[in-house]
């Protein structure tokens, strides 16, 4: 099953916060900052926030994304993003099924899988009704160092067999960013290279110039 009609919501910088890069009293401002430059998706992800911290700052970046158009993505955490009608979820492969997520949200939501350096993952996605998929780390990556390796041949393939939207992920800059654009990924997922920045606003433009929409 494939949801063409979720597509145009996957596109451009899609920044991701890490709590590392991000204390609390800063997410807004810094997420702002961002919209700001023109990301178009956003995930949240705090692995170390209580729930009560992760519902409460999930709520109110879900308000912000709202107000900017800013498509907003939970990492994994399914019944956050039910609870608090954000517009989609990420899942890793430990985070559970596309079909029970897809029961929970509804066929409006927008189901994101973590396919790492697995075409064939990739394929089963689609298959399954995901709505788009990730690749990477294709660079060195300094939020996940471990992370399974990727190569741009991997997004070569995928544009043939895929019709859902290709987010890179892993170590992207704006020194590396044109190397997966130029092959027209849909999206790259920044994390360090968005929010470890003094002028977040200005550099989310410069990588957001290497999009053209």
């Known amino acids: 099953m494939v949801k063409l009609g979720s597509n145009h919501k996957i596109h451009g ?3 991701i916060t ?21 990301i178009s998706v956003l995930q949240y992800r705090n692995k170390k926030a209580t729930p009560l911290q992760q ?12 107000q900017h158009q800013v498509t907003f993505i939970i990492n994994d955490n399914v019944e956050l993003a ?20 897809r029961e929970r949200l509804g066929q409006q939501a927008i189901i994101g899988i973590s396919c790492y ?3 064939g993952r990739a ?14 780390r294709f660079f060195s990556s300094k939020t996940k160092p471990e992370a399974v390796q990727a190569n741009t041949n991997l997004i070569k393939q995928a544009k043939v067999k895929l019709e859902i ?17 130029d092959l027209s990924v849909d999206a790259t997922a920044i994390i360090h290279d968005i929010f ?3 002028d977040i606003e200005s550099h989310c433009h410069k990588l957001k110039n290497f999009f053209n929409f």
């Open 123 to 136: 394929i089963e996605a689609q298959e399954a009704g995901a709505d788009y998929i990730a690749f990477g």
């Open 196 to 198: 470890s920045q003094k």
């Open 55 to 66: 519902e409460q700052q999930a709520q109110l970046l879900r308000h912000i994304c709202q």
């Open 82 to 101: 039910l609870k608090i009608k954000a517009d989609g979820v990420h899942l890793g492969k430990k985070d559970g099924s596309i079909k029970k997520a």
């Open 13 to 15: 910088i899609y920044a």
């Open 117 to 119: 350096n697995e075409i």
């Open 18 to 38: 890490d709590p590392d890069l991000i204390s609390e009293h800063d997410l807004i401002a810094k997420v702002q900052a961002a919209i700001d430059g023109g």
């Open 165 to 181: 939207p290709i987010v890179a992920i892993g170590g992207i800059n704006l020194t590396n960013i044109k190397q997966l654009t």
